[in-house]
């Protein structure tokens, strides 16, 4: 039997040569550094378009959509001061003033198109299952509703647009939810005036609630009691929880992804995160918005938006 002589010379034991540690390659701090780049790269271009907003159209054309004339409309309904539910602000002055400005609107209309104006009081009750469960009665809130078709139309389905112009205590509520009212307004006046930019095969409703404050009392009333809210197939929530800033998809659904894959397509700015809906759903917020009443009460699906940055100043007194 030969003995096998292991050789302890320089190269090292066993016979492998040993690491000159001198000339190890920086791999990992390489590739840490690009990594840190590539992050910052990143976060900063989302800042770049989270806080890029396009130009507002000056009032020109009365068929081009104009954020001058959707904050005239959101002026107007501020001037009226708080708007709690049950006060005259609310129940008189901004219900009256959304009449005449969509009565404005009718009489420039298209002939191609009908425009009904329905003022709905409502009055009624249910339970809620929000911060513990609760139970809601409620008596004579109000609802302006405009529904716009194509004359003699026979389509029985229908897609609902909803703000509220109820505002919270002690505050006039600019972009909770004013300035929403104002963009459906305004939005209105681009869809009906001649020439129409286009003939809507199905009904196009614009629900102006009077009582979400209230924890959602008059988005009830019109699902639950409404002729009209029959025909609704989908929606479109527009909220708020700050003041200023783009608007953030934050629930959409339930299920039905086309909804999310229309508004990609269609929408010029688009702007959601799924971490948003899994954040808001998970109850973490102590809040809601009428998504809920739609989904759960008219079992039909939608997406919710809001306006979120300089969320300090929300349900207060501060002006931005």
């Given at each position: ?23 190890e390659k ?7 550094v ?5 992050t910052?790269c ?26 001058t004339?959707?904050?005239?409309h959101?002026e ?7 708007r709690n539910v049950g006060?005259?602000a609310n129940?008189i ?9 969509v ?6 209309a ?11 009081t409502?009055?009624g009750?249910?339970?809620?299952d929000?911060?513990?469960g ?18 003699e ?12 112009y ?11 939810d004013?300035v929403?009212?104002g ?7 681009v ?6 930019p286009?003939v ?33 197939k ?6 708020a929880a700050?003041?200023?800033g ?19 397509k ?18 973490l ?10 989904r759960?009460f008219?079992?039909?699906?939608g997406?919710?938006?809001?306006y979120?940055?300089?969320g300090?100043v ?7």
């Open positions: 039997m030969r003995r096998r002589v292991i050789s302890t010379t320089r190269t090292g034991t066993h016979g492998f040569a040993t690491l000159d540690k001198s000339k920086t791999l990992p701090d390489v590739y840490t690009a990594c840190i780049v590539l910052l990143l976060l900063g271009t989302s800042y770049h378009f989270y806080r890029w907003l396009p130009e507002p159209v000056a009032p020109s054309s009365p068929n081009v959509f104009s954020a004339r959707a904050r005239k959101m107007d309904i501020v001037s009226l001061g708080v006060s005259q129940e002055h901004a219900k009256n003033l959304l009449i005449r400005k009565q404005a609107i009718q009489a420039t298209s002939k191609e198109l009908e425009v009904k104006l329905s003022v709905q409502t009055s009750g249910y339970y809620l929000f911060l513990g609760m139970t809601h009665i409620y008596h004579n809130v109000s609802n302006v509703i405009v529904k716009v078709s194509k004359r139309s026979s389509s029985e389905y229908a897609f609902l647009i909803n703000a509220h109820d505002s919270s205590l002690g505050a006039v509520s600019a972009s909770d004013a929403s009212c963009t459906m307004l305004e939005t209105l006046q869809l009906t005036s001649e020439p129409v286009m809507p095969e199905h009904d196009i409703i614009f629900l102006f609630n009077g009582a979400e404050e209230t924890i959602l009392q008059a988005s009830h009333g019109f699902v639950t009691q409404h002729p009209w809210a029959k025909r609704v989908a929606f479109v929530n527009l909220e700050g003041a200023g783009r608007e953030i998809v934050f629930q959409s659904g339930p299920e039905n992804p086309w909804l999310i894959g229309i508004y990609a269609m929408v010029p700015y688009p702007y959601g995160s799924v971490v948003a809906e899994d954040i808001f759903q998970s109850g917020i102590p809040s809601d918005t009428d998504f809920r009443i739609f759960d008219g079992r039909f699906p997406i919710d938006t809001a979120y940055s300089n300090f929300y349900h207060t007194e501060c002006v931005m």
